[in-house]
């Protein structure tokens, strides 16, 4: 039995050696070969048009929101990149550039959209801020009108002190903290518009912009009944 076995296994053996042998087979395993062969550069081939478009996308990245930091890093992907590009080694070598860059890219446009983000606040802030200001400004002008056109007026001690309130708030409130200058340019603001609101302060001007008003609110309301 054991004869026969190897003799079994020798008639194997020589069957393999024959396939290998044959033209047959070896175009087989040519084609097989070839077949790898352009699978492996179709995906090089795609890896490097990935990292072709993220080079370009690089090149073209707005460097308004970045950091001198970022924008020599920039550079330099792109030149290392491009440099694997131009004489790969392996698949591998240029996936990890791939992957690299896909990183590299998520932390440029985080990193973009926080500074706009952080500016456009900044932006808003400054106008919230000039808003106040033109606040105060108005204020200020029309407790002083009507000072002048009430000068005996019972309410004048009051007037003075919230018109010199007024003055010292916007003048103080210059500092490095925009947020905080905010807030107190608000607070004030609203205080004296109360303040005004309560004691029924009027210029003669406004006075007289309200007569008219209702003049034309109460003409269109009898030409209304008459249509």
Do not use: C, W
């Amino acid at each position: 039995e054991g004869v026969a076995d190897d003799e079994q296994l020798n008639t194997v053996e020589a069957f393999r050696e024959f396939v290998k042998t044959s033209n047959a087979f070896k175009e087989f395993e040519k084609k097989q070969q070839d077949l790898r062969n352009k699978n492996a550069l179709r995906k090089i081939d795609k890896v490097i048009n990935l990292l072709s478009r993220k080079i370009k996308h690089l090149q073209s990245f707005s460097k308004e929101n970045l950091t001198s930091t970022s924008v020599s890093l920039i550079d330099e992907k792109i030149k290392s990149s491009q440099l694997i590009i131009d004489n790969p080694k392996t698949l591998s070598e240029l996936e990890n550039v791939n992957k690299e860059l896909t990183i590299f890219i998520g932390d440029l446009t985080a990193e973009d959209k926080r500074v706009a983000d952080s500016k456009k606040a900044e932006k808003k802030l400054i106008s919230d801020l000039n808003t106040e200001l033109l606040r105060i400004d108005q204020h200020i002008n029309k407790l002083k009108a009507y000072l002048t056109e009430n000068l005996s007026s019972d309410l004048l001690p009051l007037i003075i002190e919230k018109v010199s309130i007024l003055k010292t708030t916007k003048n103080e409130n210059s500092s490095d903290n925009k947020s905080e200058e905010l807030k107190a340019l608000r607070k004030v603001n609203e205080e004296i518009s109360n303040f005004m609101l309560d004691n029924n302060i009027l210029t003669k001007a406004e006075i007289a912009d309200e007569k008219k008003k209702a003049k034309a609110e109460e003409k269109r309301i009898a030409d209304a009944k008459k249509a």
